[in-house]
């Protein structure tokens, strides 16, 4: 269970930058020779001048696994995005339903494309139509008044709740909790988040089944515009037998930055 650090994706100063080329490595614990990393995530992120994003390709072994575009209205509303396989046929479509506000409320899943694929996006003869059926549809969103979720809940197609997660904030608005609940309603695991007076996250603590199942520090090292290029984290990884997929290898996170 790789969970990469709860950091924002989208760099600080998003409205100057171009693009945002993120790798990350891991390191298995213990092992002090660091050029024995392994690549887990790679991704290109492009923005436009407003610091929206445009478009993310994500790349396995160097080669493209898949794409996606973001649609906006006039006023840089989010309103549905596409993902793409590598030979530009269509596997998942999300529209985005909003409030009053602009907040997002819900967000529709249209899966039919997918029941033509596998797990390696390779095209199958059979559709897979037992297996999406399990799968959530769409995810309701409750807002605070600043528009931050604090809960999204994850539906199948007939309705029915198959998990959903909430979430707490500080005075800065950083989000401090967050609690995923299964199809049963019982937390299955919780994560308390603690940032530095700029806003980044520095530690986090993983708790599963109500003990402690892991530590998390993170470090940064920043460009000549505040927006971080490296970031190590490091996990210390305690004995909880509900743990037993939780990781304790560094994450080594590296960002190159093309600003406009």
């Known amino acids: ?37 392994y690549l887990i995530f790679d991704q290109i992120t ?28 006039t006023n840089n509303i989010l309103l549905s995005c596409e993902e793409y ?18 907040f997002v409320t819900r967000a529709d899943y249209i899966r039919s494309s997918q029941k033509h694929y596998d797990d390696h996006r390779n095209p199958v003869d059979v559709e897979f139509e037992k297996y999406y ?9 409750i807002n605070d008044f600043m528009g931050n979720v604090i809960e999204a809940q994850y539906y199948t197609a007939d ?13 800065r608005y950083n989000q401090t909790e967050i609690k995923y609940y299964n199809n049963k309603g019982s937390v299955s695991w ?17 708790y599963m089944n109500n003990r402690q199942a892991l530590l998390s520090k993170v470090r940064y090292q920043f460009d000549q515009n505040n927006n971080w290029i ?8 305690y004995d909880n037998f509900f743990a037993y997929d939780v990781t304790d290898n560094t994450l080594f996170m590296v960002r190159k930055l093309d600003y406009y």
């Not at 790798?23 to 614990?29: A, H, N, Y």
């Not at 923005?47 to 209205?73: A, W």
């Not at 059926?133 to 995810?139: C, G, R, S, W």
């Open 1 to 37: 269970m790789y969970k990469v650090s709860n950091q924002a994706q989208k760099p600080k100063n998003a409205a100057v930058i171009k693009s945002n080329h993120q790798t990350i490595f891991s390191v298995p614990k213990g092992e002090k020779d660091y050029n024995k990393k």
């Open 46 to 73: 492009h923005f436009n001048k407003k610091g929206l994003i445009t478009q993310t390709f994500q790349y396995k072994s160097d080669t493209l696994f898949c794409y996606t575009s973001y649609y906006y209205d």
């Open 85 to 102: 396989n590598s030979d530009n046929s269509l596997y998942l479509t999300i529209n985005y339903t909003h409030n009053h506000k602009g």
């Open 133 to 141: 059926k399990k799968l959530y549809t769409y995810i309701v969103y």
């Open 159 to 171: 309705n029915k709740l198959s998990f959903k997660y909430s979430y707490r904030y500080d005075f």
């Open 190 to 206: 919780r994560k308390k988040l603690k940032y530095d007076k700029e806003g980044y996250l520095v530690q986090y603590k993983l």
């Open 230 to 237: 490296n970031c190590t984290e490091t996990r210390k990884r």
